[in-house]
C-alpha cells in the first residue's frame, strides 16, 4: 500500500479533470470495489451479471493493481471520485494490450448511479491524453462486447474509432458460447489524435 500513498499519507492523484479526479488505488479501496461489481448491472456486460468474490479482490486484483504502481507509476488502475465530494463512482485504467502486443488500453466501470452523466467520456478523454502526452503511447485500443452500446458510445466519445470484431478468448468468458464473446475493438494512433487535436 505504500506505493499508493503520498508523502502526507494521502492517496497519489494521476489526473484531475473538471469533475473528477483519478487517484491510486489503496487496500482501503477493497469494499467499494466489491460493491461496485456486486451490481448484477455494472457487471452485465463483463461477466454476464456474476460478481466478483472479494476474495479474489484482496487476494489477486488489488496486489496486482498495487504492484504495478512500482513498475509503472504512470499506467494503470486508477480510482475515480468526485472532485466536489470525493465520492467514489468506479475505476479507470490504462495498461499494456492484453490481447495485442505494443498499444495501451483504456477501460473503465463504473456505479450504476453515475451512469448517463458522461463521468465514462470525461475520465477516458483525460486518460488518452495522459496516454498520448505523458505515457508516450503510440497507439491506445479499448475492447467491450459488441451488445454493449454505452461502451461503445463512450470509445468513441474518447476519439477512438472501430478497428475490428473479434471473439473474447474463453479463458476471460469461460462457459461463454462465441456468440456471447463476440466483442468489438477500438482504437486511436498518436498521429490521429494530435491531427484532431490541431
Request: aromatic share 10%; proline share 6%.
Amino acid at each position: 500500500m505504500a506505493g499508493s500513498l503520498g508523502t502526507q499519507g494521502r492517496p497519489i492523484i494521476l489526473l484531475e479533470t473538471e469533475r473528477l479526479r483519478l487517484r491510486r488505488c489503496t487496500a482501503d479501496d477493497l469494499d467499494a470495489l466489491v460493491e461496485l461489481d456486486a451490481d448484477p448491472e455494472v457487471m452485465r456486460h463483463i461477466s454476464f451479471g456474476e460478481p466478483t468474490p472479494r476474495e479474489y479482490y484482496a487476494q489477486v486484483i488489488l496486489p496486482r493493481w498495487l504492484a504495478q504502481y512500482e513498475t509503472t507509476p504512470l499506467i494503470g488502475y486508477w480510482v475515480a471520485e468526485t472532485r466536489d465530494t470525493g465520492a467514489f463512482i468506479g475505476w479507470f485504467h490504462l495498461r499494456p494490450d492484453r490481447i495485442d502486443p505494443g498499444p495501451q488500453e483504456l477501460g473503465y466501470r463504473l456505479r450504476r448511479s453515475a451512469w448517463g452523466q458522461g463521468f465514462a467520456t470525461e475520465g477516458g478523454q483525460a486518460l488518452v491524453a495522459h496516454g498520448f502526452e505523458r505515457v508516450g503511447a503510440e497507439s491506445i485500443t479499448a475492447r467491450a462486447l459488441s451488445a454493449n452500446a454505452a461502451s461503445r458510445r463512450v470509445m468513441a466519445n474518447c476519439g477512438l474509432a472501430y478497428e475490428s470484431a473479434f471473439v473474447w478468448p474463453e479463458d476471460v468468458l469461460p462457459g461463454r458460447t462465441e456468440a456471447e464473446r463476440a466483442g468489438v475493438k477500438y482504437s486511436v494512433t498518436r498521429s490521429s489524435w494530435l491531427a484532431r487535436r490541431a
